[in-house]
Protein backbone atom coordinates (compact mmCIF):
# COMPACT_ATOMS: atom_id res chain seq x y z
CA UNK A 1 0.00 0.00 0.00
CA UNK A 2 1.34 3.71 -1.08
CA UNK A 3 0.41 6.63 0.82
CA UNK A 4 -1.35 9.46 -1.23
CA UNK A 5 1.64 11.91 -2.86
CA UNK A 6 0.11 14.98 -1.41
CA UNK A 7 -1.07 14.42 1.93
CA UNK A 8 1.26 11.58 3.19
CA UNK A 9 -1.08 10.40 5.46
CA UNK A 10 -4.26 8.13 3.59
CA UNK A 11 -3.71 5.61 1.59
CA UNK A 12 -3.25 6.92 -1.91
CA UNK A 13 -5.61 4.05 -4.48
CA UNK A 14 -6.39 7.02 -7.16
CA UNK A 15 -4.45 7.47 -10.08
CA UNK A 16 -4.84 11.01 -11.34
CA UNK A 17 -3.25 11.88 -14.36
CA UNK A 18 -1.28 15.60 -14.04
CA UNK A 19 -0.16 15.41 -17.71
CA UNK A 20 -1.18 13.17 -20.03
CA UNK A 21 2.03 14.00 -22.73
CA UNK A 22 4.17 13.10 -21.37
CA UNK A 23 1.62 10.87 -18.95
CA UNK A 24 2.39 11.22 -15.51
CA UNK A 25 0.52 9.71 -12.89
CA UNK A 26 0.29 9.90 -8.97
CA UNK A 27 -1.52 8.45 -6.29
CA UNK A 28 -3.43 10.27 -4.17
CA UNK A 29 -6.16 9.28 -1.58
CA UNK A 30 -10.19 10.30 -2.65
CA UNK A 31 -10.22 13.66 -0.28
CA UNK A 32 -6.78 15.13 -2.01
CA UNK A 33 -8.66 13.79 -6.02
CA UNK A 34 -11.38 15.81 -5.03
CA UNK A 35 -9.36 18.91 -4.09
CA UNK A 36 -7.40 18.55 -7.69
CA UNK A 37 -10.84 18.80 -9.50
CA UNK A 38 -12.05 21.12 -7.34
CA UNK A 39 -9.66 23.60 -8.67
CA UNK A 40 -7.95 23.80 -5.32
CA UNK A 41 -4.99 22.72 -6.80
CA UNK A 42 -5.04 23.55 -10.10
CA UNK A 43 -1.46 22.76 -10.97
CA UNK A 44 -2.06 19.51 -10.56
CA UNK A 45 -4.78 19.05 -12.99
CA UNK A 46 -4.03 18.87 -16.83
CA UNK A 47 -6.69 21.08 -17.65
CA UNK A 48 -5.21 22.75 -20.83
CA UNK A 49 -4.47 20.10 -23.70
CA UNK A 50 -0.51 19.55 -22.82
CA UNK A 51 0.09 21.83 -20.28
CA UNK A 52 2.94 20.38 -18.86
CA UNK A 53 4.78 21.47 -22.37
CA UNK A 54 3.65 25.08 -22.29
CA UNK A 55 4.70 25.62 -18.61
CA UNK A 56 7.94 23.02 -18.94
CA UNK A 57 11.29 24.99 -18.06
CA UNK A 58 13.86 25.20 -21.09
CA UNK A 59 12.33 22.29 -22.96
CA UNK A 60 12.87 19.90 -20.21
CA UNK A 61 10.15 17.68 -18.87
CA UNK A 62 9.91 17.85 -14.85
CA UNK A 63 7.82 15.64 -12.47
CA UNK A 64 5.24 18.33 -10.92
CA UNK A 65 5.37 16.25 -7.65
CA UNK A 66 9.04 15.77 -7.50
CA UNK A 67 10.75 18.04 -9.88
CA UNK A 68 12.62 15.49 -10.99
CA UNK A 69 13.88 15.96 -14.66
CA UNK A 70 11.86 13.09 -16.64
CA UNK A 71 13.27 13.88 -20.02
CA UNK A 72 13.62 16.49 -22.92
CA UNK A 73 10.90 17.40 -24.90
CA UNK A 74 10.91 16.07 -28.46
CA UNK A 75 11.47 17.90 -31.77
CA UNK A 76 7.88 17.32 -32.41
CA UNK A 77 6.88 18.35 -28.53
CA UNK A 78 9.22 21.92 -28.76
CA UNK A 79 7.23 23.07 -32.28
CA UNK A 80 3.79 22.53 -29.88
CA UNK A 81 4.83 24.54 -26.92
CA UNK A 82 6.28 27.57 -29.55
CA UNK A 83 2.55 27.17 -31.08
CA UNK A 84 1.08 27.20 -27.94
CA UNK A 85 3.18 30.32 -26.68
CA UNK A 86 2.13 32.46 -29.87
CA UNK A 87 -1.81 31.13 -30.14
CA UNK A 88 -4.57 32.49 -28.14
CA UNK A 89 -6.10 29.28 -27.76
ZN1 LIG B 1 -4.20 12.78 0.31
ZN1 LIG C 1 -8.04 12.87 -11.29
Known amino acids: MKL ?3 CNKQIGNIKH ?3 YLPQELILVCSSCHNKIHRGNL ?5 SRRMASIFYSNKG ?14 TKFELEIKKAMKNGKN
Open 17 to 19: HTS
Open 4 to 6: CSL
Open 60 to 73: WIRNKVTGKVLRKL
Open 42 to 46: KHLNP
